[in-house]
T-cell receptor
């Protein structure tokens, strides 16, 4: 089975400061990993994904994440926070059932607060 | 290209009733998955449909059922509604045999279901 743990239900940073959102995963097969962002009363928007290949993945809005197999981690970073980054962030891993891959398993989310 | 659209956006039902939620996939996508997101939680995978057949299911009871139509749109049906079914229901579409996650899943904005 696959699972995701997001450390910190709330993270607060100052505008212009580094953003670091932590995600650790568990997977019995090589993982496909994702970060999604959710703004209030909206659906999920894909920030970035790791499937195979380069372990440093760049996404939209200046975000990036690094896949570290030895640490089973896929932390999300952004060098300089902007007020518009305030939102809920979800880390996810692709599910595998008996018949193959289906759907995503999400973490509980991290609420990012940007202080002016 | 059009994105994923869900209807209705909000719905109030009484305990014991039945509800049908609808989803139109992104153009060109042939796989649809559904998720339940309770307040303050990450989305939970309900099931996935590929070419009109269910090909993956999460830990949800049989009263949660679905359909996918030849045009790849989809419905989620929930019978005998319970208070705990109150949540945001998200639909996601993708392309491939079991969801080609290399391209990620595109999510709709969801249907907010309230059971009273």
């Amino acid at each position: 089975a696959q699972s995701v743990t997001q450390l910190g239900s709330h993270v607060s940073v100052s505008e212009g400061a580094l953003v670091l959102l932590r995600c650790n995963y568990s997977s019995s097969v090589p993982p496909y990993l994702f970060w999604y962002v959710q703004y209030p009363n909206q659906g999920l928007q894909l920030l970035l994904k790791y499937t195979t290949g380069a372990t440093l993945v760049k996404g939209i809005n200046g975000f990036e994440a690094e896949f570290k197999k030895s640490e089973t981690s896929f932390h999300l970073t952004k060098p300089s926070a902007h007020m518009s980054d305030a939102a809920e962030y979800f880390c996810a891993v692709r599910r595998y059932s008996g018949g193959g891959a289906d759907g995503l398993t999400f973490g509980k989310g991290t609420h990012l607060i940007i202080q002016p | 290209e059009t994105g994923v659209t869900q209807s209705p956006t909000h719905l109030i039902k009484t305990r014991g009733q039945q509800v049908t939620l609808r989803c139109s996939s992104q153009s060109g996508h042939n796989t649809v998955s559904w998720y339940q997101q309770a307040l303050g939680q990450g989305p939970q995978f309900i099931f996935q449909y590929y070419r009109e057949e269910e090909n993956g299911r999460g830990n949800f009871p049989p009263r949660f059922s679905g359909l996918q139509f030849p045009n790849y749109s989809s419905e989620l049906n929930v019978n005998a509604l319970e208070l705990d079914d109150s949540a945001l229901y998200l639909c996601a579409s993708s392309l491939g045999s079991r969801g080609v996650v290399e391209r990620g899943y595109t999510f709709g904005s969801g249907t907010r279901l309230t059971v009273v």
